[in-house]
């Protein structure tokens, strides 16, 4: 699929969104291979690539960034673009699958977009991002939280928090804040952004005193000897590392054997999946707490209400639009749409006013210093949020080239 001459496009929507054109491709397999005629770009147009899974496992969380992304587009639009360059937010949808993240990055590559933003995922990330690293343009993922993904593609950017500082956030918030000190650790050993978030959590839970009681892989356990498992071992609480797909099945699953400590999450149970009856008691960290009575928050939530007739469904959304804002400041401090200048200009982010949190990229890490926001809810209420500073925790180190502390500590299942 090209931007040209797409092939394997099912879904070609044009959006008009308060003065922004977005072009939304959908890859599928055996699809019509019908040409694409998108408006005539001229020179005074910025053209921005963002990849997004908008069905599939991901799409509770990328759907509602993607949003974010589009709005903050049509704001930049309304007041008359960058440097008076209209902006064109060009959308390829992933379909929750690395492979199709991989094409998306090809195919907006493709059509000479400026940079490329988008995805929730480290796994769907890394599919993109290899590309986007080999033709020398700047990539922002508004959610993969990996702390090694800067690592290893020097012009990828987060605009979120990593996950060492989300997991250690909830090891602090779990035993210092709510008295909970013995766990049962659940991974989904095929995701890479799982077992990153088992690895930390472990790490700072144990040096904070707390005992895990039970470790086991997902993949490789019968649910329901799984929940007997947690059971019999009877810890306080449960720290489920898993995507937003299958994490809302395994709590209920758990629910209705009996199993009712608090079950404790990073960023993918912020999703409406989650926020139903029958949940008990979740806890998981998040990137933003939004308000429509924020001083900071309060703007972007009228907004996107007025947009899409739906409050924000969880802060990915904000992610989102932050995301699409940071790369607007880059361009617009560039005064040009060339991918090496727009890449110096994001290296000297600094004291960025977005809604998730100040941005600054210190000392070329390419990852921000923001806070974690603790999320409590039962079943679908919210009982507390609490706010935890990074600098209470410690940087995450080297990138390994497997797990090896993740995978000794789960060699037992």
Do not use: W
Not at 126 to 136: F, I, L, R, V
């Amino acid at each position: 699929m090209s931007l040209d001459n797409c092939r394997a496009v099912s879904l070609l929507v044009f959006f008009v969104l308060m003065g922004t054109t977005i072009f939304v491709a959908q890859a599928t397999t055996g699809a019509d291979d019908s040409p694409i005629a998108p408006r005539e770009h001229s020179a005074d147009v910025v053209k921005i690539g963002a990849i997004y899974s908008l069905q599939g496992a991901q799409s509770p969380l990328d759907l509602p960034s993607s949003r974010g992304a589009m709005l903050a587009a049509g704001e930049i639009n309304a007041q008359g673009g960058i440097n008076g360059r209209r902006i064109e937010l060009v959308v390829c949808d992933a379909g929750s699958d690395p492979a199709n993240a991989g094409q998306c990055a090809e195919d907006l590559l493709a059509g000479n977009v400026s940079a490329l933003m988008g995805l929730s995922d480290t796994d769907m990330v890394s599919s993109a991002a290899q590309k986007a690293e080999e033709a020398g343009i700047p990539f922002v993922t508004s959610g993969a939280t990996s702390p090694y993904l800067t690592q290893r593609y020097p012009s990828l950017f987060l605009a979120c928090f990593s996950d060492d500082v989300q997991a250690k956030a909830g090891a602090i918030y779990a035993h210092d804040e709510m008295g909970l000190k013995t766990c049962a650790l659940l991974v989904d050993g095929d995701m890479e952004y799982a077992r990153l978030l088992a690895g930390f959590f472990k790490e700072k839970y144990q040096d904070l005193g707390g005992k895990i009681l039970l470790e086991a892989f997902l993949n490789r356990s019968d649910a329901g000897e799984l929940s007997q498992a947690v059971k019999d071992a009877g810890p306080d609480m449960i720290y489920l590392a898993t995507g937003p797909d299958e994490a809302g099945a395994i709590i209920l699953g758990m629910r209705r054997e009996g199993v009712d400590c608090p079950v404790f999450g990073g960023d993918s149970f912020d999703s409406p999946l989650l926020k139903r009856a029958g949940m008990g008691s979740i806890v998981f960290s998040t990137h933003a707490l939004l308000d429509e009575n924020s001083t900071v928050t309060g703007k972007f939530v009228r907004s996107y209400r007025a947009q899409y007739g739906v409050s924000p469904e969880n802060a990915f959304s904000a992610l989102g639009y932050d995301a699409f804002r940071i790369l607007a400041d880059a361009i617009n401090r560039s005064g040009s749409k060339d991918p090496q200048a727009i890449l110096q200009a994001l290296e000297s982010t600094s004291g960025f006013k977005g809604v998730t949190g100040e941005i600054c990229y210190r000392d070329h890490s390419r990852m921000p210093d923001k806070d974690v926001v603790m999320i409590s809810l039962h079943d679908e209420e919210m009982l507390a949020s609490h706010t935890v500073k990074p600098s209470s925790m410690s940087p995450a180190g080297s990138d390994p080239a497997v797990m090896p502390s993740v995978q000794a500590a789960l060699s037992g299942h």
